[in-house]
């Protein structure tokens, strides 16, 4: 079993910045892949940001791309997304999620661990 507790959430202006921690437990960390996704009201889940299993490397929707980055700190087996030039568009709540499963995966199916939700609101 993984367990996953997300932080950081809150209301920014249009413009600001927020960083959203996952902290991870259950299993030793880096041998799952750990992604950040999100929901805003009435619409799906989206994906957002991932570090893939093994590797390490980070991947984006095209939608944060070059505004967001995502990382982790094995000593302290947290992964984070760092939010930058944040927009309305980007209000939603924030889900971190694990997968043992391989690959750049950005599909909510392929991610068994879920976290609780951190909301960010953006006012413009």
């Known amino acids: 079993q993984v367990q996953l507790v997300e932080s950081g959430g809150g209301l920014v202006q249009a413009g600001g910045s927020l960083r959203l921690s996952c902290v991870v437990s259950?299993?030793?960390?880096?041998?799952?892949?750990v992604a950040w996704f999100r929901q805003a009201p009435g619409k799906e889940r989206e994906f957002v940001a991932t570090?893939?299993?093994?590797?390490?490397?980070?991947d984006y929707s095209d939608s944060v791309k070059g505004r967001f980055t995502i990382s982790r700190d094995n000593a302290k087996n947290t992964v984070y997304l760092q939010m930058n030039s944040l927009k309305p568009d980007d209000a939603a709540i924030y889900y971190c999620?694990?997968?043992?499963?391989?690959?750049?995966?950005?599909?909510?199916?392929?991610?068994?661990?879920w976290g609780q939700g951190t909301q960010v609101t953006v006012s413009s």
């Open positions: 999620a694990a997968t043992f499963t391989w690959g750049f995966l950005t599909e909510v199916h392929r991610y068994a661990y």
């Open positions: 259950g299993r030793t960390f880096g041998t799952y892949g």
């Open positions: 570090i893939r299993r093994g590797s390490g490397s980070p």
